[in-house]
């Protein structure tokens, strides 16, 4: 994906999340490209495949992420609280995708949170990565729900970016069973994957 096609995405993204799409246009306007960058940490579920081979949680894990609030589009535009987009790394980790894609996102007015899910589990390189997807399913409803918890965000709009790995989780959070799984009540109102091995998203919860 090139630089250009950024933009386009921020923008389908933006009428994913905003009722209005006349709204969602506005919001492209005079933002912030260079968000300020917040460090955060929340706990989630770590989950472990059980004797019977079933997945349960096994104990906390601390999630860390980079929290990006344009917040003068918020003061700009009067809206209160800002839309969100969660951004999943792919097997290889955090990487120059995310920050890509939050920079145009920000810019169109989002806040973006992108959490590091191998750290939270000692993963120093994609090979060592958790066994399955499903196991780091609980990962995008823990910030989902933190991102929800905050005064400056709208959690009406919230959505999920994913690349390979992080897109398998954005496509299976879309199934009624993960989300009900893990998720409880929350869900996110919109989901892009990139690039996702889609077979994978069905192993678990989703049957």
Request: hydrophobic letters at 45%; proline letters at 5%.
């Amino acid at each position: 994906m090139t630089r250009k096609h950024i933009p386009l995405l921020a923008s389908l993204l933006a009428l994913a999340i905003h009722a209005n799409p006349a709204q969602a246009a506005d919001d492209g306007r005079d933002c912030t490209r260079q968000a300020p960058i917040s460090f955060v940490e929340m706990q989630t579920p770590n989950l472990v495949f059980n004797a019977s081979g079933q997945i349960v949680a096994n104990g906390l894990l601390t999630l860390k992420g980079k929290l990006r609030l344009p917040s003068d589009c918020r003061e700009r535009h009067g809206q209160g609280r800002l839309p969100a987009v969660l951004i999943l790394h792919g097997s290889s980790g955090v990487d120059a995708r995310g920050d890509f894609h939050a920079e145009a996102l920000n810019a169109a007015g989002f806040a973006t949170l992108e959490v590091d899910m191998w750290e939270a589990r000692g993963v120093g390189t994609g090979a060592a990565r958790p066994a399955l997807p499903a196991l780091t399913y609980a990962d995008a409803f823990t910030a989902l729900r933190f991102l929800s918890a905050r005064s400056d965000i709208d959690p009406a709009r919230i959505g999920v970016l994913g690349f390979s790995w992080g897109a398998v989780i954005s496509m299976a959070a879309a199934t009624q069973n993960v989300a009900t799984a893990v998720g409880g009540p929350l869900r996110f109102k919109a989901h892009a994957a990139n690039y996702p091995i889609c077979y994978a998203a069905w192993q678990y919860w989703t049957t």
